[in-house]
């Protein structure tokens, strides 16, 4: 079955850096669009970053500039390099399955379990 497992989580200070990555198995990687959210207290999910298959990225404003999503399709992972880290960073960053190679919600999506990240001196 889909398996999303995020790691690389913590606590870090502003300004500093962290890189989450995101393993998948359980389908063909290469055929879809993959993502990270994060949801912080109180508020909603919302996206970070996307990318195809082939590499097409899109992000949130909050984050350009600061964040790159990469993917490995012979690795089957999907990563989050996050630079310049502010507090309103903190949240909970999940790894997302979009349901086809395209970035677009709806159809079956599949989501990973999520991996908290402080940004607090």
């Known amino acids: 079955q889909v398996q999303l497992v995020e790691s690389g989580g913590g606590l870090v200070q502003p300004g500093g850096s962290l890189r989450l990555s995101c393993s998948a198995s359980g389908f063909t990687f290469s055929n879809y669009a993959m993502g990270w959210y994060r949801q912080a207290p109180g508020k909603q999910r919302e996206l970070v970053a996307s990318i195809t298959p082939r590499g097409t990225t899109n992000y949130a404003d909050s984050v350009k500039g600061r964040f790159t999503i990469s993917r490995d399709n012979a690795k089957n992972t999907v990563s989050l390099q996050m630079n310049s880290l502010k507090p309103e960073d903190t949240a909970v960053y999940y790894c997302?399955?979009?349901?086809?190679?395209?970035?677009?919600?709806?159809?079956?999506?599949?989501w990973g379990q999520g991996t908290q990240v402080t940004v607090s001196s």
């Open positions: 997302k399955r979009y349901s086809s190679m395209w970035p677009a919600n709806g159809g079956r999506e599949y």
